[in-house]
């Protein structure tokens, strides 16, 4: 139903900041929840944001509140994550992921996002 390209990522020190690009293609579908997911080595993928498409509705794990932004560009199907205030603790591999959603509805668990990109690594140096 639609494929996800995600791009941004790169080595930055701590207190910078990076903003992560998804762009969605393929065959689109009426609602559906855009997520950021991250995965340390050792650690299980967690999400830390989520958007729904149509009615804006947004998520932040508590580590990302204060810190990032999730956003959407309807224009050019996109969605972003901009991240400030960078620490060590964000060095991951950061995966643009897309869900199919009710209408309302917000989703955050890893088992219910079915598309997922390609992941782009994020590394905070000290």
């Known amino acids: 139903q639609v494929q996800l390209v995600e791009s941004g990522g790169g080595l930055v020190q701590a207190g910078g900041s990076l903003r992560l690009s998804c762009t969605a293609s393929?065959?689109?579908?009426?609602?559906?929840?855009m997520g950021w997911f991250r995965q340390a080595p050792g650690q299980e993928r967690q999400n830390v944001a989520a958007?729904?498409?149509?009615?804006?509705?947004?998520y932040y794990a508590d580590s990302a509140k204060g810190r990032f932004t999730i956003s959407r560009d309807y224009a050019k199907n996109t969605v972003y994550l901009q991240m400030n205030s960078l620490e060590p603790e964000d060095t991951a591999v950061y995966y643009c992921?897309?869900?199919?959603?009710?209408?309302?509805?917000?989703?955050?668990?890893?088992?219910?996002?079915?598309?997922w990109g390609q992941g782009t690594q994020v590394t905070v140096s000290s």
């Open positions: 992921a897309a869900a199919l959603t009710g209408e309302g509805e917000i989703l955050t668990g890893e088992g219910e996002y079915h598309y």
């Open positions: 958007i729904t498409w149509l009615g804006g509705k947004r």
């Open positions: 393929g065959r689109t579908f009426s609602s559906y929840t």
